[in-house]
């Protein structure tokens, strides 16, 4: 089965940068490689939000408006891993991050990451 496993966030002032990463592992990493692969997240008492997406030629990306201008979705075929560089953070980012692949809230899930924007 396809495990995402997820690196990057934590805690960073507003203004600040961070940046995630998604990796596939196991006999199925393949699959990163070769779907659309999103960022999603979830604050506190919020629902789920799409973020970004990229697709499997990193030909095609698409972002939410709250993240446009702000957050970079790329990906790096030779690594199997999906990023998401996040830039000007403001403290409504914080939230729990989740890659997905096909972008698709049935895909399958990394384990999240929390990302905090506080002073």
């Known amino acids: 089965q396809l495990q995402l496993v997820q690196s990057g966030g934590g805690l960073v002032q507003p203004g600040g940068s961070l940046r995630l990463s998604c990796a596939a592992s196991g006999e199925t990493a393949f699959i990163l490689r070769d779907n659309a692969i999103g960022w999603f997240r979830q604050a506190p008492g919020k629902g789920r939000e799409g973020v970004s997406c990229?697709?499997?030629?990193?030909?095609?990306?698409n972002y939410a408006d709250s993240v446009k201008g702000r957050f970079t979705i790329t990906r790096d075929t030779a690594k199997n891993t999906v990023y998401l560089q996040m830039n000007s953070l403001k403290p409504e980012d914080t939230a729990v991050y989740y890659c997905v692949t096909d972008c698709d809230p049935l895909g399958n899930w990394g384990q999240g990451t929390q990302v905090t924007v506080s002073s």
């Open positions: 990229i697709d499997s030629s990193a030909t095609s990306t």
